[in-house]
């Protein structure tokens, strides 16, 4: 069964303390891997997205790794509006990218 | 761009009413989801437009839900005879033409009293 499984499911960090969120994925053939923000009461923000193993994407103070069994989101040097959930996803092994397969979640928590 | 929208942003009922949902989404893209998120959980996929016609519905959908996009532009969900499970943050994402990033509306908040 295709399956995303994201660590920890919170973190709380101080402001300049970097770490890494981890999203593993149980799926065949992988087609791509999405990282999303998400502000409480609010829809998802697209971040990246990583299509082969050793692709790397940056924004501001994020970077998205990805290998064959899972994707980091490095978040160097955490200012506290960085603090939301941060999601990562999947399309399944069957079918297009007409559905994404969403982990829990990271709750992340920067404080100053 | 003006983003997806969504409407109502939060919706309170009483169990057995029906809801209506509205999603707009961004203009020119022809592919339309929609996921329901409860507290503490991933979104979850509920079914998946291409223009006018509805491709894939998730076993999540139960003949109480009904979903519909009928001039290819904006989509309408609705619950008919709510329960308290239903309880949940609705989620609208479009997609414009090969393209594989899902774009995010705000989500409709309903609570079943």
């Known amino acids: 069964e295709d399956q995303v499984t994201q660590s920890p499911e919170a973190l709380r960090l101080q402001e300049g303390e970097s770490s890494s969120l981890n999203c593993s994925y149980t799926?065949?053939?992988?087609?791509?891997l999405f990282w999303y923000r998400q502000d409480p009461g609010k829809g998802p923000e697209f971040l990246f997205t990583l299509y082969s193993a050793g692709e790397e994407k940056e924004k501001e103070r994020l970077k998205a790794t990805l290998t064959k069994k899972e994707s980091f989101l490095h978040i160097t040097a955490p200012k506290p509006e960085d603090s939301a959930t941060y999601l990562c996803?999947?399309?399944?092994?069957?079918?297009?990218?007409?559905?994404?397969?969403f982990g829990a979640g990271t709750r992340l928590a920067v404080h100053p | 761009d003006t983003g997806v929208s969504q409407n109502p942003r939060h919706k309170i009922t009483k169990r057995g009413q029906n809801v209506t949902f509205r999603c707009d989404p961004i203009?020119?893209?022809?592919?339309l989801y929609w996921y329901r998120q409860t507290l503490g959980q991933g979104p979850e996929f509920l079914t998946y437009?291409?223009?006018?016609?509805?491709?894939?519905k998730s076993r999540l959908l139960s003949d109480r839900f009904s979903a519909e996009r009928p001039k290819g532009s904006f989509s309408t969900l609705e619950i008919q005879r709510t329960e308290q499970g239903d309880s949940a943050m609705y989620l609208c994402?479009?997609?414009?033409?090969?393209?594989?990033?899902?774009?995010f509306g705000p989500g409709t908040r309903l609570t079943v009293t």
């Open positions: 437009f291409q223009n006018e016609a509805q491709l894939e």
């Open positions: 799926v065949s053939g992988l087609r791509g």
């Open positions: 996803a999947v399309p399944p092994f069957s079918g297009g990218y007409n559905k994404l397969i």
């Open positions: 994402a479009s997609t414009r033409e090969g393209g594989h990033e899902q774009y």
């Open positions: 203009s020119e893209h022809n592919r």
